[in-house]
């Protein structure tokens, strides 16, 4: 129901900045920040608006599990061997299905690769129950995992759909394997779990729901942390950054955002950096401590680039805008809205979500 949402959110928030960027070019009056305001409500979060995309993927997991295929479910099974690595092609819209035969007892860990489109990956039983979705909320990066420890022989499905219904076309490497279960695949499993239970519960819109997801990913923080998972650790610290952020607790959000960026640093994983220090960036703008909001937009700005996270490239630019128009610097602001624009039009060009 909500996968839509950010797509109109973006769109809105385009043509706000168009509209702001071509009426202060015409003028060359200094931006005004009431006007920046008025223009860009959507934008009531501060700033934030474009970390909803995370959310709103995750309100999805809370929509009945049974829900229709998507409208470009291919309509036929994939049988998947144990070890065996396939690639398919996704645009937003569509699924691709695929089955594997597992025992009682067993791990199954299923691993999709993420190529250029964001995916989410759900497991059913032989019954078509479902048993667990999966979206670690990085968008296009890294890959989505799933450890289930199997209760009833029997083939099981995987479905891998696209996050958002007008993502641009993509690919992903899928990838299961089946082997009886030790004990650290327990707690794999159990930590996947635990953080799957946190994305159904940030979604909600009850506050009290959504601050026990705090503790589910929690429980799953702690599981990786034992088991010396530095990647999923950071998965963790993120998604309980952004569950702070859901619940105004700024300071809190801000703290494990940096932790997982130091984990992501130290692992080397520098398009997720950009995404931890985009959002250490909104949420110093937050705070109003613009000077190190405007150095951190500023690191994610050249990470992107290097990176090629063209979409990101263009939500960093828009808030370096923000953040300079906020800190009183008119003119730099209005060049960083005009460099963001060409990238969005572009952007919304290729997806056709927007209209002319």
Known sequence: ??????????????????????????ARKPLNSGQIEAMLGEMALGGL???????ARLAASAVAPEAPAATGDRGHLVLLQSGQSLRADLAGGESCRYQVVVETGDCLHVEVEQI??????S???????????????????????????????????IEVRAAEEQALPGAFVIRAVSRPATKPDRDRAAADVAFAEGNVLVAEAPQATRRRALDSYRRALGLWQTLGDRPHEAMAQFALGM?????????????????ALEIWRATGDRPSQVVALWMIAGTEYLLRDL????????????????VGARSLEADVLTN?????????EKDRALDYYALALPLMRAERNESGSCGP
């Open 1 to 26: 129901m909500l996968d839509g949402y950010s797509s109109v959110a973006r769109c809105h928030f385009d043509q706000g900045v168009a509209e702001l960027v071509e009426t202060f070019r015409a």
């Open 49 to 55: 608006l474009l970390a909803l995309p995370f959310l």
């Open 116 to 121: 250029d489109i964001d995916v989410v990956v």
């Open 123 to 157: 497991l059913r039983g032989p019954d078509g129950k479902e048993l667990i979705e999966m979206d670690n909320g990085l968008e296009t990066r890294g890959s989505e995992e799933i450890s289930w420890i199997v209760a009833t022989t029997g083939p099981h499905r």
């Open 243 to 259: 569950a702070h952020a859901s619940l105004n607790e700024q300071q809190q959000s801000l703290e494990a955002c940096r932790r």
């Open 291 to 306: 000077p190190d909001a405007i150095g951190h937009y500023s690191e994610a700005l050249i990470l992107s680039r290097e």
């Open 320 to 328: 370096l805008g923000m953040a300079y128009d906020a800190a009183g």
